[in-house]
């Protein structure tokens, strides 16, 4: 069985940094791009960024762009966001999950091409 975990997150303000990460066991990896998704109360998951296997390749949604930096260490199994400038709309609870088929990232923004979500890590950044 996969398990996913997260774990970093915090209360920051404005402007603030914030490294959340993505811990994987159960199976191996090999192949799978990861990507972080967000959802803040009383809306839907959104798409956050998103990362191959070998870390050649990122993706993210525009309202982070220039601001968070998602990375990977194989050897450890752990996926990485990297917040920085924060704001207030950053708050969410932070998920992270693996691609359902290995070597693909096409539809990356797409959370049903996911599976394997973490329980999430709560986000909240204060004015």
């Known amino acids: 069985q996969v398990q996913l975990v997260e774990s970093g997150g915090g209360l920051v303000q404005a402007g603030g940094s914030l490294r959340v990460s993505c811990a994987a066991s159960g199976r191996t990896f090999s192949g799978y791009a990861m990507g972080w998704f967000r959802q803040a109360p009383g809306t839907e998951r959104d798409f956050v960024a998103a990362i191959t296997w070998a870390g050649s390749i990122t993706f993210y949604s525009d309202s982070v762009k220039g601001r968070f930096t998602i990375s990977r260490d194989n050897a450890k199994n752990t996926v990485y966001l990297q917040m920085n400038s924060l704001k207030p709309e950053d708050t969410a609870v932070y998920y992270c999950?693996?691609?359902?088929?290995?070597?693909?990232?096409?539809?990356?923004?797409?959370?049903?091409?996911?599976?394997?979500w973490g329980q999430g890590t709560q986000v909240t950044v204060s004015s």
């Open positions: 999950a693996v691609r359902k088929t290995p070597s693909d990232f096409r539809g990356t923004t797409n959370q049903e091409n996911y599976d394997n």
